[in-house]
């Protein structure tokens, strides 16, 4: 790849990394970006580098999963009907080998970061002028798709993902204003982070620090850490009268059982509860049911749903099982489940020499346990992208091992 090419290749990735958080918005500039990236991948082929990619074990992993999901369709006699899923899948493969192909991978990082500060920005400046047009402490539901530019459950992964992705830029930087300006970055996404309210989200971050915290520390002290970390964040959740209605439903005073909480305004408790019917019910066989059948069945059940208002609530917003493993058991059996296991375990032994490496493979990991990411394009480039920076820190501390 000649100088200009290379350079267009990173500055197209920027682009879309850029565009991530707005793909509700940008998904044809996004969908040209990527084609021109093809392009000129194409004409500037580069055998080692696509050779490297595929021989890593993860990737192998996730193709023999892609290659089952296909056999499962054809079997299944559903490949058309399942094709919108299919081929979002098929897009994670293309997307790895194009992120892959960016030789300076900090273009990835850099464009991602920006993006989602460009939005957190956005978002958090419509929270406050909220609150101040408002006498009430607490986003209504109503109020929620006019505040965020991206979807609160994505937004707050997002901010994940970036405040790990400069906790490595912080920790490899060498120069001092760098680290500053790292920091300050770090800083305003942990406070965009409790604005936005994403109940995920702060878990997950909450999970990765304390991981860190027994990655890098081997003293007694860790366990006191630990503890006082865990009392601030439940003093910030109860007393946060949003935090507090997000986790604890204290919004509610009909109720007094927690459970019963959980079941009236958690909605993943009844897509789990009907998810396990229809597997309960179902035989699911060597081949699963299919992405379309599975949804198909789940609608199904929503339409038995007692309450109008939350049953047409249901039907209206065509919930899937909004958790990938489950999702996949059902659509491709449990042969399909073992073969994404085999690629999970993959990412996580190429990733878990690294604690910013591991945290991104664990931040995916868990996000799919409430998350369908294969049902939309937005979760294609997510994963890719996540997968081709985790591997990317790892082998910049591998070469750097091997050089010292």
């Known amino acids: 790849m000649n100088f200009s090419l290379e350079k267009t290749y990173n500055y197209l990735a920027a682009l879309i990394c ?6 509700t918005y940008a998904k044809a500039f996004v969908n040209i970006c990527m084609i021109c990236l093809f392009l000129i991948m194409v004409v500037s082929y580069n055998k080692d580098k696509v050779i490297n990619i595929v021989n890593e074990k993860f990737f192998k992993a996730f193709t023999i999963f892609l290659i089952f999901i296909v056999i499962c369709s054809l079997f299944n006699g559903s490949f058309f009907e399942d094709f919108a899923e299919s081929r979002k899948i098929a897009q994670i493969i293309l997307l790895l080998i194009l992120f892959s192909f960016v030789n300076d991978k900090r273009f990835l990082i850099y464009g991602f970061v920006t993006g989602v500060l460009v939005s957190s920005l956005i978002t958090d400046l419509n929270i406050l ?3 101040l047009n408002s006498s009430e402490l607490l986003i209504s539901k109503s109020a929620v798709e006019d505040l965020f530019i991206t979807q609160r459950l994505y937004l707050g992964f997002f901010v994940v993902i970036s405040i790990v992705l400069l906790s490595f830029l912080f920790q490899t930087s060498n120069r001092n204003k760098q680290k500053v300006f790292y920091a300050l970055l770090i800083l305003f996404f ?6 936005i309210s994403s109940r995920s989200a702060i878990l997950i971050a909450f999970l990765l620090f304390l991981i860190t915290i027994i990655y890098k520390s081997k003293s007694v002290f860790t366990i006191g850490v630990l503890l006082a970390s865990f009392v601030i964040l439940s003093t910030i959740i109860i007393t946060n009268k949003n935090l507090s209605n997000r986790f604890l439903y204290s919004q509610d005073s009909v109720r007094t059982s927690f459970i019963e909480k959980i079941k009236t305004h958690e909605p993943r408790y009844d897509i789990w509860r009907f ?6 019910e179902q035989n699911l066989g060597f081949f699963g049911l299919g992405t379309y059948k599975t949804q198909e069945l789940l609608v199904e059940k929503y339409k038995l749903m007692p309450i109008d208002k939350r049953k047409n609530w249901f039907i209206q917003r065509n919930f899937n099982t909004h958790n990938q493993y489950v999702d996949i ?3 491709f059996g449990f042969l399909g489940l073992i073969l994404f296991a085999v690629f999970i375990r993959e990412i996580i032994l ?4 690294n604690v910013y490496s591991l945290n991104l493979t664990l931040s995916l990991i868990l996000f799919l346990v409430i998350e369908n990411l294969f049902h939309r394009q937005l979760g294609s480039f997510i994963l890719a992208l996540t997968i081709v920076i985790a591997v990317h820190i790892i082998n910049s501390q591998n070469e750097k091992d091997i050089s010292s």
């Open 329 to 331: 058991i059902l659509s």
């Open 275 to 280: 998810s396990l019917q229809i597997f309960d």
């Open 18 to 23: 850029v565009s991530i958080p707005f793909m």
């Open 129 to 131: 002028i909220y609150y």
């Open 350 to 353: 190429k990733t878990y020499k």
């Open 190 to 195: 942990i406070f965009s982070l409790f604005l």
